[in-house]
């Protein structure tokens, strides 16, 4: 089980946090959906160099600065032509599922990273400063990597999740709405701002890092193996 996950308010380290993941997990985001983009058939994002973990090909300055005051940003979207896919909508859903789920796919990792400091600081005699350090940075990390999916998975244009949610409308519909995105989010950010999406959020937040915590059970289960060999005569049970 997570123990304080995100634990302690050393603000320099919930900094480092924020700016590790802008120049991992945007980066990330945006590169997943230029290479899915491309492998469907559309190479608008590769021939800007969108397929790249460079964060200066994604920058966004007001992303950027949310990012690292608030813990949670975005970055110039990749374009795509859907004219290269073999079918408008589902190409736009597969290739808008891959952002969020690099996410995710990264928060699993800092969970792994997480655990494994979290049990060397906890069972070591005299831990280190930066044992605590690296496990407060993959926390934030993890927890930023899941808002940033779920944030993204927002039903309603221009987020990713609008376009997997309305695949099910007619085409015209579809990329009528798509059209007017421009204005709908302004309507999201006042909704976030005003507060009335922040207890969504955290709740989907929740939900993905319980079902991160129960995938990385066999880091618990390993690292109770090799503390409970390297620790006989302590007489701990772990």
Known sequence: MLRGFAP??????????????????IPLHESAHAWVSY??????????????????????????LCM?????????????????YANRKAGMAVSSLAGP????????????????????????????GMVFALRTVFSYMAAI???????????????????????????????????????????VFALLWSGYLGRPLVFMQSGVMRILDSATQFVDVIMRMILASSLPAVGIIV
């Not at 690292?68 to 290269?84: E, H, S």
């Not at 690099?102 to 069972?123: P, R, T």
Request: proline share 7%.
């Open 8 to 25: 302690g308010s050393d603000m320099m380290l919930i900094y480092a946090a924020r700016i590790v993941a802008l120049l991992t997990a």
């Open 39 to 64: 492998k469907l058939g559309d190479p608008t994002g590769r021939n800007m160099g969108r397929i790249s973990m460079n964060p200066a090909r994604h920058f966004d300055l007001l992303g950027s």
């Open 68 to 84: 690292l005051l608030l813990g949670f940003g975005w970055a110039k979207p990749v374009p795509v032509d859907t004219r290269y």
């Open 101 to 128: 789920l690099s996410n995710v796919l990264m928060a699993f990792f800092c969970v792994v990273f997480y655990k494994v400091f979290d049990y060397i600081g906890y069972f070591a005699q005299y831990p280190s």
């Open 145 to 187: 990597n899941v808002l940033l999916a779920v944030f993204n998975m927002l039903p309603v244009p221009p987020f990713d999740g609008s376009r997997i949610f309305l695949i099910f409308l007619p085409e015209r519909l579809y990329f009528g709405i798509m059209k007017i995105e421009r204005y709908i989010v302004f309507v």
